[in-house]
């Protein structure tokens, strides 16, 4: 099975890099797939690419969900 995950873009380097933050995590990806890329913007980020861009919201609300599932699994331990 394949995640791909929502992640903010918090810095854009050079050769189509960036660098984007999950819940405290960073990590470099390449955006070279994806036109357009903005720091600020969510993307979707697969194996070290984004994917494509993802509206605010939308992103927000998926992070929200992960981090019920993660709670709910943590209680459950």
Same mark, same amino acid.
């Given at each position: 099975?394949?995640?791909?995950?929502?992640? %903010?873009?918090?810095?854009?380097k050079?050769?189509?890099?960036?660098?984007?933050d999950?819940?405290?995590?960073?990590? @470099?990806? &390449?955006?070279?797939?994806? @036109?357009?890329?903005?720091?600020?913007?969510?993307?979707?980020?697969?194996?070290?690419?984004?994917? &494509?861009?993802?509206?605010?919201?939308?992103?927000? %609300?998926?992070?929200?969900?992960?981090?019920?599932?993660?709670?709910?699994?943590?209680a459950? &331990?």
């Open positions: 099975m394949c995640l791909a995950m929502p992640a %903010k873009v918090v810095e854009l050079a050769d189509d890099q960036a660098i984007v999950l819940g405290g995590v960073r990590k @470099e990806i &390449s955006v070279a797939l994806v @036109e357009g890329v903005a720091l600020g913007d969510y993307v979707i980020v697969h194996v070290g690419y984004a994917l &494509s861009r993802l509206d605010p919201v939308e992103a927000e %609300k998926t992070l929200a969900l992960f981090a019920e599932m993660a709670a709910a699994g943590a459950a &331990s």
